[in-house]
């Protein structure tokens, strides 16, 4: 089964050919992050007329890296929510127009959805190293998912520990009260002035800082909050730290390791707390936040000395992408669950 996939929530413009659910023939990103830098985070009208001009051509890239033509396509897959509406829109609109002229199933598919599925596409090796540069086995390892697991899925929009018990059968067991995990990685880096995205701004100058230069107090970790998170207060400590003159610690490297230590250990630490309690053995990661060799390092080390077993996708596949949305359309087909042509982008989509 071959499906196309588009995704277009945030700003990223993307189409994949994923063969039978887990088998990427392409996976074609065009990221608009120059366009936005200037502003220090997404123009959501700049977000929709820069899909507008890119949706095209980069679907008839993935066509032609994949070696198909459209008549070759079985299906048709789409991220319709949650994201900014007027990108969701531009992804709709041109999967809807595509199913219907090649007379193929349409598959809506939800995007934190398809971040969990991305955990199918491929496995890491063993080796704690090799986990968080991000390498995989190779593809006989694929998709040997077992339910359940836990899902740490950390983006710039959401911050859930999720328990995956089936395919499409979820039950969110925390999330953050305020800020998501990659919201205060984009805020913490514009404060120190360092650029947009963030996130991996601050994974790259954490790795030459002193995580424990600057001790930040870790957020609701008090038993009351449950699996809940909060990243606001982080995010306020250290924008304040970084104005108080009195402050001891001036480098970026120190204040960007400290604050990436608070976040990781936080969100690793209320994972494993979750999985003990729900005696599930197996724990993931999924969005935009797990491609962090921090995160992906931590969770890694924590797991094998509490006997969990880890699954991470590879970096390519934790930030967005359309093969996740084709990964978790073919299991949704499988289903025979599909989509009509009144297909709604729904920006504040549930999971
Ligand atoms: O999943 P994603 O690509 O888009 C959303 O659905 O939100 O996630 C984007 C978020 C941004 O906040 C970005 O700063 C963060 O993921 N991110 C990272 C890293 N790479 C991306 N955060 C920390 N470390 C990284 N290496
Ligand atoms: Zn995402």
Redesign the pocket.
Known sequence: MLCLAVET??DETSAAIVKDGTEILSNIVATQTEFHKKYGGIVPEVAARKHIEVINPIIQEALDEAKITFKDVDAVAVTYGPGLVGSLIVGVCAAKAIAWALRKPLIGIN?LEG?IYANMLAQMTNDPLDRARGQMTNKSQKSKIKFPFLCLLV???HTMIIHVKDHGAYEVLGRTRDDAA??A??KVARVLGLGY????I??KLAKEGNPDAVKFKKPMVEEEYGYDFSFSGIKTAVVNYVARPASRVTRHEDIAASFQKVVVETLVEKLIAAAKDKNIKTVSLA???S???GLRGYLTKRAKEEGLEVLIPPFEYC??NAAMIGCAAYYKLKAGITSDYKLKPTASLKL
């Not at 995205?197 to 991996?200: I, L, T």
């Open positions: 929530s945030c995007h971040h983006s710039g929009g990659g919201e990685f984009d995205p963030g996130g991996p601050i994974d969005g935009g936040v491609a962090n060799s930030t967005d």
